[in-house]
């Protein structure tokens, strides 16, 4: 048992030396937590406990079966919903020229071969472009092909 502790213990300085700090912290909340077994028990509608793989799906299915069907087959009537969207006024060049500042250098994915120190360096030509393509799709309300 105790070169179990001095190995994790070294394990997790390693970690912290490395700055490996996912595992750093993993090994420190293991060791004081210490082992916590998992528990495959669950309680039926009548209150008695199941610990048998295929009873507790079972009582698990049962448990939704009832939270999702709420109507019973019964025939629900529809309504027609009118609701007010709020007007939001299409985005300026300016809220797109601060949005494009914001992104961070090496954050944004690869689109396309375009990245964020692409965009940014595209300045105000880019931005405009980037502007009427916005709002295209912002009248439209659809993505063009």
Do not use: C
Request: charged share 30%.
């Amino acid at each position: 048992m105790q070169e179990y502790l001095t190995q994790k213990i070294q394990e997790i300085e390693e970690n912290g030396k490395t700055n490996n700090i996912r595992n750093l912290y993993k090994g420190v909340n293991s060791l004081r937590k210490g082992y916590q077994p998992r528990l495959g028990i669950i309680r039926n509608e009548r209150g008695d406990l199941q610990d048998e793989p295929t009873k507790i799906v079972d009582v698990w299915k049962s448990n939704f079966d009832k939270l999702l069907n709420v109507h019973n087959g019964e025939e629900t009537e529809e309504f027609e919903i009118h609701t007010a969207e709020p007007w939001i006024p299409e985005p300026s060049e300016i809220e797109i020229e601060m949005s494009v500042k914001k992104l961070k250098n090496f954050k944004l994915p690869i689109i396309d071969n375009i990245t964020a120190e692409l965009i940014k360096a595209g300045g105000t030509a880019l931005i405009k472009e980037l502007h009427k393509v916005i709002s295209a799709i912002w009248r439209k309300e659809e993505l063009p092909k």
